[in-house]
């Protein structure tokens, strides 16, 4: 048994941080579309997740308050991939297009990837219920 792991690493999504679930999104970065690494600058601010392109130098900031998530099959690659919207209104990318968080040709990759993202929308969620009940 030897090089073989000895402990299960599934993340109770439940009972984890915002910041373990987003290195569990980083953890998935050789299917994200927008970059390696998925942080929470703001120990205040739970509903604001940077997602940073190492290698390009870039930092894209996804508001989670409201946001829900499509997971797609595109006609031309049948690739699988999630995008985000607010209401009826979907996140767009540089190009106009609809921005895509991941992308592969497994629909198992990108649900997991969609329940840690929807996973720090609730948490988002539970931190605005929480600042405006404090007592509760």
């Known amino acids: 048994m030897s090089g073989y792991p000895t402990q299960d690493t599934a ?29 929470f600058f703001d120990p205040q601010d739970p509903c604001t997740v940077h997602v940073i392109d190492k290698s390009a130098g870039q930092n894209i900031a ?10 797609k099959r595109d006609a031309h690659t049948k690739n699988y991939y999630a995008t985000m919207k607010h209401g009826a209104t979907t996140v ?12 592969t040709d497994t629909y198992h990759d990108v649900f997991f990837a969609e329940g840690y993202l929807q996973a ?15 007592y509760h």
Do not use: M, Y
Request: proline share 5%.
């Open 11 to 39: 993340l109770n999504v439940e009972t984890a941080s915002s910041n373990e679930i987003a290195d569990a999104l980083s953890q998935l970065s050789r299917i994200a579309v927008l970059g390696d690494d998925w942080e």
């Open 62 to 71: 996804l508001q989670l308050i409201g946001a829900e998530f499509d997971l």
């Open 92 to 103: 767009l990318g540089p190009d106009q297009a609809p921005l895509r968080l991941f992308e």
């Open 120 to 134: 720090l929308v609730n948490k988002c969620q539970q931190s605005l219920s929480r600042a405006a009940h404090p």
